[in-house]
């Protein structure tokens, strides 16, 4: 078995090994998916033949391997007559199997697995113009299926490229490449100096619109000079890379994460991988570069990731989160507008009570339940939160935290 046709998925510990003769293609003729592996048959004029591997993060709602082959019968139901479900095991696991036959107008046959692993659901799907020549191929392909722990440090031509949008991939290639010229290990650092060299994705625009510049970092930008030891593919990326992005992240980002998922994962103080040292030493202030990042991905419409209106921390850096229709705000700032409320002296926090008047512009009122009286607000005095409101969540948060205490 030479290693070239074993392909890998290192970050989800999974490996399968591709029959003789197959080749890496990177265009889907189900092109609305990003197949993390896709292979097809060649040199046969017999029978053309594929096989694609699609995986997704569980997120919230998580989906059972049953429910994902039953959600490809439904989009399959136009071309195939016939489809049947089979209780299998795939690499150790336990799997749904889904075969379509008798398509119209067409000897097509596919075959698909479900399965769940490493909080992903993963799809592997085999079509083929000629069942009887490609099922041999496609049963000692299912069966080479390897299920294992994420690998503690992996390589680029391992990853897993389906999760990571093209801008948040080009952050952690450039910052491994940084790394590796520089003889470090990567880290955030090199992340945010990725990011800061980069010119493309929301997190690259933010931070030169915070002033950061390749000068102030003091760091070369990654070059493409000729090192002949040097291979892209070879470069490995440590587990910690992976648990910021994965761990920290996916909270917001469910299917794709991006660049600036990135950099509020590194932004936060719990992330795993260092980096908010380095902002400072750009000359960037916390509180600046989330107050950017919010505005930006307001502008996106990303809606998984939400911040508070008022101060502009992130949901993952915050206890609670307490939405309305037009604003966020956390526990920190509902904190704030009690002590305000019960004329104590807050102990920090951006929160005042608004005393002017009614904005011709804004609307001037509470953005929980529209009162115009007895409102609190922060320094833009975009946002509102009236007293009666400020009780309200303040019970909602200390419920909360009663909860956390029980447990
Ligand atoms: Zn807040
Ligand atoms: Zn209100």
Redesign the pocket.
Known sequence: MSSSKQAKLADLGLSITIPDGWQRITHSIWSEHHPAMHYQANGTDEAHAECELVCSRQGNVQVSPRAAAEAIERELAEAYAKFEYTDTRLGGEPATRLDCTEAFGAPEYMRHYCLEHNHHLVRLRFITTNRAVSEPEFDATVASIRLGDPATECVFGELALVDYAPAALECVLAGSVIAHQRGEKLSGRHLIGSLVHGDSGIAASILQSLGATAERLGWAPPCDDDDSDFDIHRLPVPKSVFSLLTSVVPRYARDTIRSHHVLLGILSKDNVAGGPDLLAELGIGLAEARAALADEIGQERDTRCAF?N????PRFD?KLLVPSAFSH??D??IASCKALLDDRQPSH??MRRYTGAEKSHVFTGCGYCGDKSNLFTAASESYFICGTCVERTSAIAERQKENTHAR
């Open positions: 508070c008022f101060c502009r921390k915050v705000i956390c920190e700032c926090g951006v």
